[in-house]
C-alpha cells in the first residue's frame, strides 16, 4: 500500500506539472483569429493605338518612351472589418445581427497589404517570340522591405496578355499541409503545428490509445501505426512525429486575363478576390493582458473570495459530518448508541493509557480474532516496523 500511495503522488505531480505547464504556455502564447483579406486585381493602360489622337500623336519616341503601348498591373488588397463580415452573414443566413456576436473596428492604424505577403510571384503568359524578357516578376517581402499598400508592375505591348499570380499568405501561427493519411485521420487539411498536434491528441483521447500501466505512452491502432510506423510514442514526442508529416502549404492562385488593344469604354473595376489568413487577435491580447495583469485592489477582493471560499466549504463538510450523524442515529438508535459508547471507552483508554487494551486503540476481543491479522495492511506495517528496529540497532 505505501509503496502504491508514493507512485500515485509521482503520478499526480507529474500531471500537476504538466497542466501547469499547458497554462502558462496558453497565457503566453499570442492568440490568433481568422480574418477575411479582399484582394483587389487591376489594370490601366497607356501609348496604345485608340488611345492616339493624331498622327503625329502615333510616333514613338524610344528614348523617352513617350508613345510606347504599355500597360501597368495593380494588385492591392485589404483587410475587411468584422462587421462587414457580420452583415454578410446577416443578408446569407437571414440571420439577425443583434444574434451575431458583435466586434468593434480594428484599433491602430490598418497594416499594410504586403505585411500579409511572404513572397509572391507574377508570371506574365505573353509570345516569348516578341517578348522573351520580362515575363515573370518576383517579389520577396520581409521586415528589411518597407510595407506597402499593394504592387504596380508596368510592361509594354499591346496584345492580349493572361496572368498568373501565384502568393504565399504570412500565417500567424504559421501553417502547414498536412499529410493525406494524417489528414484523412484528424479531417483538417492545413493547420498550425499546435492545432495539429492538439487534434491528434483529441483523437488519441476519443480512441483511447494512452497506455492504462503509463499514461505517458500512446498506444498506436491501425490507423497510427500505418501514418507513423511505431507500436508506442512517448507523449512528449508527439510534436516530432507530427513534423515528419508537415509540409508548406499550397499557394493563392489568381488569374486575370484583359487585352489592351481594345478602347475602354468606362472604366472597369477591379477584380477581387477573398482569402482567409490567419493573423494575430489584438483585441483578445488586450483582454487577456488585462486579465493577467491585476491590480493591488483586485488581489485582496481574490484574496477575500478564496478565504470566503474556504470557510464555506469548512462549514459544509461540518454540516455533512453532522447530517451523518443524525441520520446514523436515526436509522438503528441502538446500535448508534452501542458504537458511540465503544468509540469513546476506546478514545478514553487510549488518554489514560490503561483498560483492556492498555492504552492502544485495538481492543481485547478485537485482537482475539484471527482475521484482524489478515487484513491487506498489516503485512506492511510488519515489514516497516521490522526495518525500524533493524535500523535502531545498526545492521
Do not use: C
Not at 155 to 180: A, C, K, S
Request: glycine share 4%; charged share 25%.
Amino acid at each position: 500500500m505505501y509503496q502504491s500511495l508514493l507512485e500515485m503522488e509521482r503520478k499526480l505531480d507529474w500531471t500537476i506539472t504538466r497542466k501547469r505547464m499547458e497554462i502558462q504556455d496558453t497565457l503566453s502564447r499570442n492568440p490568433s483569429t481568422t480574418r477575411t483579406l479582399r484582394i483587389f486585381v487591376s489594370h490601366t493602360v497607356s501609348g496604345q493605338s485608340w488611345q492616339a489622337g493624331t498622327e503625329s500623336d502615333n510616333l514613338t519616341h524610344s528614348e523617352t518612351g513617350e508613345n510606347i503601348p504599355a500597360w501597368q498591373l495593380k494588385i492591392e488588397g485589404r483587410l475587411l472589418e468584422a462587421r462587414i463580415i457580420l452583415m454578410f452573414l446577416q443578408v446569407h443566413t437571414k440571420t439577425m445581427l443583434t444574434q451575431l456576436p458583435q466586434r468593434g473596428k480594428d484599433k491602430g492604424p490598418p497594416r499594410k497589404f504586403s505585411t500579409f505577403i511572404k513572397r509572391m510571384m507574377v508570371e506574365f503568359d505573353r509570345d516569348t517570340n516578341v517578348y522573351p524578357e520580362n515575363n515573370i516578376w518576383p517579389r520577396a517581402t520581409g521586415h528589411h522591405n518597407p510595407p506597402l499598400d499593394g504592387f504596380t508592375v508596368r510592361r509594354t505591348g499591346d496584345v492580349p496578355t493572361h496572368i498568373r499570380i501565384v502568393m504565399y499568405l504570412d500565417h500567424y501561427p504559421e501553417q502547414y499541409r498536412l499529410n493525406p493519411d494524417l489528414s484523412s485521420v484528424l479531417g483538417i487539411k492545413e493547420e498550425s503545428l499546435l492545432g495539429v498536434v492538439q487534434a491528434l491528441w483529441n483523437y488519441i483521447k476519443i480512441q483511447g490509445l494512452q497506455d492504462k500501466a503509463d499514461r505517458r505512452l500512446v498506444r498506436s491502432d491501425e490507423r497510427l501505426r500505418a501514418i507513423f510506423g511505431v507500436e508506442t510514442i512517448p507523449f512528449q514526442k508527439l510534436p516530432e512525429y507530427v513534423k515528419r508529416l508537415l509540409s508548406p502549404p499550397d499557394p493563392i492562385l489568381l488569374h486575370y486575363s484583359f487585352d489592351p488593344s481594345l478602347p475602354v469604354v468606362e472604366p472597369e473595376r477591379p477584380t477581387a478576390w477573398d482569402v482567409e489568413i490567419k493573423m494575430e487577435d489584438a483585441a483578445l491580447k488586450n483582454r487577456m493582458g488585462v486579465m493577467l495583469h491585476t491590480n493591488k485592489e483586485t488581489s485582496v477582493t481574490l484574496a477575500k473570495m478564496d478565504e470566503e471560499i474556504a470557510l464555506l466549504a469548512q462549514s459544509l463538510h461540518n454540516s455533512h459530518l453532522k447530517r451523518t450523524f443524525l441520520q446514523s442515529f436515526a436509522d438503528d438508535p441502538a446500535k448508534f448508541i452501542q458504537t458511540w459508547l465503544e468509540s469513546q471507552s476506546r478514545d478514553l483508554e487510549s488518554v489514560l493509557g490503561a483498560g483492556a487494551s492498555e492504552g492502544l486503540t485495538l481492543r481485547q476481543e478485537e485482537l482475539r480474532r484471527s482475521e484482524f491479522f489478515r487484513l491487506p495492511w498489516v503485512e506492511e506495517a510488519v515489514s516497516v516496523q521490522e526495518g525500524l528496529r533493524l535500523a535502531s540497532k545498526g545492521m
